[in-house]
């Protein structure tokens, strides 16, 4: 049976039934013209919205459909976290194309509603329509965060050092693989494929660097390491130089990159969906940061410094001790060449 | 010039030159991870997300530009207006096709541009992406209300008399004379293809009906009167007559359906995109209701009241007095019939 052959309330009480009860918070849900809630009180409030469109984001052929739900929350919500904000409720506007198939359907919602369970994000109203072609995806997310706890971009001083979390290339090089698995039996690194998949976004990370004031900008990788850099140095009027050697390559997208003749260095600081957040901190802001290391999951990672700049560059060993190189720009999701 | 041959950032600068000054509590706009917005005092917060898909939603070798732009904020104002609501901020996320021109671009952001500054709803933020096909422009609106003078579909009781804003069947009329306009030189009403293009989200009334307590029940008409009724019916566990010969169907619309061998009632009621208001009230309430009228611009008529139920139905004159007929179902923008 085709999700086309429902009707819209049909459609709706098969995402609502996937979703957590409502929080006391919501006073009109799912089923008005619009969402009525509470604020929270004494807080500010954080915005985005973000769009996953079959044949530029995704294909269905090789991705689970839950893995589809998963990321157009995720992306959402490593925005979010960015800004040192908690999630608080979602927004959930679909395209649907004909051929798609109710078991599809219900996992690419039920990988969504995981995530957002997982988040205590609560989906609170939407929007449904046919699609002539592509399955389409565009997910609002709000959050909280208090007064002076908002992380932007724009924040950083020279001789502040720069960080990132987890590791970096494996999503990019998870969708390289991802693709040649149409030819192949496995893919190099399932691993890769996975952080690809499903990303992880570092809420809790940037919740705590904002609650320490540990972070003096913040932002995450949707577009790579290369992008983060660019646009922290920009917004903050620094510059910044990257130790090349400091970074945390995941260490299977290295070999992969290096197998196909490309520099995995570069290769990996230029792909995207890492969803992983860089951020800079004062030197003596140490203790804090410690602090919001210890108790949280992924690794913290020192990788560079900001300079009076201006100039974004990538230190790399030489021969003859060390060479600085422009950094690549970042990752283009955008651009089209024609 | 194609869109598509900008880079992401010169494309958000064109957006941001068509906005108004950013407002006081915006604290994070356009160009960070997401928008940081301080709270609206003692309000609740009203969300809600509407898409336009090309080719679903609309034709652009047949709208002009700047009323795909308008529309798709109209949308989501006329949801805003159903709740009681003020309108506060947008979000706004375009997938843009390979072939779309700047001026064409240009036109759709003036069109929301102008509709939003009107309505001094600020766009915050927003998303970019490639589209493979059609023009998808999906936009989020929040809103504020105060306590207690939310609208719900959900308070109507038997006795509430009904009434609904403007005129009906007008936008669907015109929908209808646009298509033919491919083969005409002139459409049959150019004031009703204007209705199509150009809806005017009831806001004001909206608001005036909530703050003096005035209506019990309230939503919007995006899928027709007979949609409305239907909805507002289930929503408070009443039944609904409607009086076929009060409805304020508009002129043109009427006059076009009959010339085609279409009943000119059933067409009007069953057609989508009026975004008029349809309401009940209390009889006593009227008083309220004049207060409300007295300083709006669009004609509230009285149509119908709300029965014990169940049913919904349509009275019309026959020649032994009247007869009651069921209210056809809605108009429905979603079931795809293959």
């Known amino acids: 049976m085709h999700i086309s052959d429902l009707s819209e309330s049909e459609i709706v009480a098969r995402i609502?039934?996937?979703?957590?009860?409502?929080?006391?918070?919501?006073?009109?849900?799912?089923?008005d013209d619009a969402a009525v809630v509470a604020p929270a009180r004494g807080r500010l409030e954080v915005l985005t919205v973000?769009?996953?469109?079959?044949?530029?984001?995704?294909?269905r052929a090789v991705m689970p459909p839950d893995a589809i739900g998963h990321r157009?929350?995720?992306?959402?919500?490593?925005?979010?976290?960015?800004?040192?904000?908690?999630?608080?409720?979602?927004?959930?506007?679909?395209?649907?194309?004909a051929g798609l198939s109710c078991g599809e359907f219900d996992a690419i919602?039920?990988?969504l509603a995981a995530l957002a369970a997982r988040h205590r994000t609560h989906v609170v109203g939407g929007n449904l329509t046919r699609s002539p072609g592509p399955l389409l995806i565009d997910v609002t997310v709000t959050g909280t965060v208090k007064h002076r706890r908002v992380l932007t971009r724009a924040g950083a001083r020279p001789g502040d050092e720069v960080y990132v979390t987890g590791t970096l290339g494996a999503a990019g090089a998870g969708l390289g693989m991802l693709r040649e698995t149409a030819t192949a039996h496995q893919p190099a690194s399932p691993a890769c494929v996975?952080?690809?998949?499903?990303p992880e976004p570092r809420v809790r990370v940037g919740e705590l660097l904002g609650r320490?004031?540990?972070?003096t900008a913040c932002m995450d990788l949707s577009d790579g390491l290369a992008d983060g850099v660019h646009q922290i140095a920009r917004a903050s009027g620094v510059g910044i130089e990257i130790d090349a050697d400091a970074l945390p390559i995941e260490s299977a997208a290295r070999t992969w990159h290096a197998a196909a003749g490309r520099d995995p260095v570069v290769a990996s600081v230029t792909a995207g969906d890492d969803y992983e957040l860089v951020f800079t901190c004062r030197p003596k802001g140490r203790g804090r940061l410690r602090a919001a290391r210890l108790r949280e999951g992924p690794t913290l990672t020192r990788i560079g410094v900001c300079t009076p700049g201006p100039g974004v560059v990538l230190r790399r060993k030489a021969a003859?001790?060390?060479?600085?190189?422009?950094m690549p720009p970042g990752y283009s999701h955008f651009l089209v060449t024609n």
């Open 212 to 215: 320490n004031q540990a972070a």
């Open 320 to 326: 003859d001790g060390s060479r600085a190189e422009p």
């Open 109 to 111: 919602v039920g990988g």
């Open 16 to 31: 609502q039934s996937r979703l957590q009860p409502p929080p006391d918070w919501l006073l009109v849900g799912i089923g």
């Open 72 to 97: 157009a929350l995720a992306v959402n919500l490593s925005d979010l976290a960015a800004m040192g904000a908690t999630p608080r409720l979602a927004l959930l506007s679909l395209g649907l194309p």
């Open 50 to 59: 973000d769009a996953l469109v079959e044949g530029i984001h995704f294909d």
């Open 194 to 198: 996975q952080r690809f998949c499903y």
